[in-house]
């Protein structure tokens, strides 16, 4: 069990805005959560908040990468991962229950091997925050809530401070890959990013960050779209 001490700092920490479920959940999406979750789920007693967590003690064998989700969704990337890269470890994290569930629901139904999969029902940034330095070779932040509202920006994902975070907690040469759909969403990571000083964008002309990466995975997001939104752009950093 947590600590209270853990309890009162993880809550603290907490970076989420707005409901974490919507309607209630049907008996498959209930039972897989009840079932596989708890298996497969990164336990509240490791998120210390203090860089000292080694992604590796999440999983029964090493692994020759690791990495690390923010807001999965529906999962869809996240599987594709795992199936294109068994030889890697991916830790996911979504705090909407029913986003985790549909998931969980879904693996859980096609009987997915998960050796390589550890999935957090929260704030990732919680995860992100008790890792240790330099442990994880990439980081995925696909189409975070962009807050469009001025007072509100403050709120979003790909800001300095989260930066100095996913600095410290990748390798060198480590991937940090951001997409979105909404322009100024898109200005703004870039900016931040490359103000940051820790990254380099990989694009050398406009075509790369129009184009998906080699072998991408779409999400049920970025094929549907958000109402108003245009072209989805792939934004591509090294950590130097």
Known sequence: MTNKNNKEAVYHERSLFGRRQGRALGKERQKALDELLPEIGVSKDYLTLKADQDPTHLFDKPYDEYWLEIGFGYGEHVRGLMLQNPDKAFIGAEPFVNGMTSFLKDIQEENFPTNNLRLLMDDGMLLARSFKPVSLDGI??????????????????????????????????????LTTDVEDLANWMITETINHGAFEWQASCAADWQTPPANWIPTRYEVKGAKGAKKMVYLLFKRM
Do not use: C, M
């Open 140 to 177: 995925y932040i696909l189409n975070p809530d962009p807050w469009h509202k001025t007072r509100h920006h403050k709120r979003r994902l790909v800001r300095q401070e989260n930066l100095d975070i996913f600095a410290s907690i990748l390798k060198k040469g480590g991937d940090l890959i």
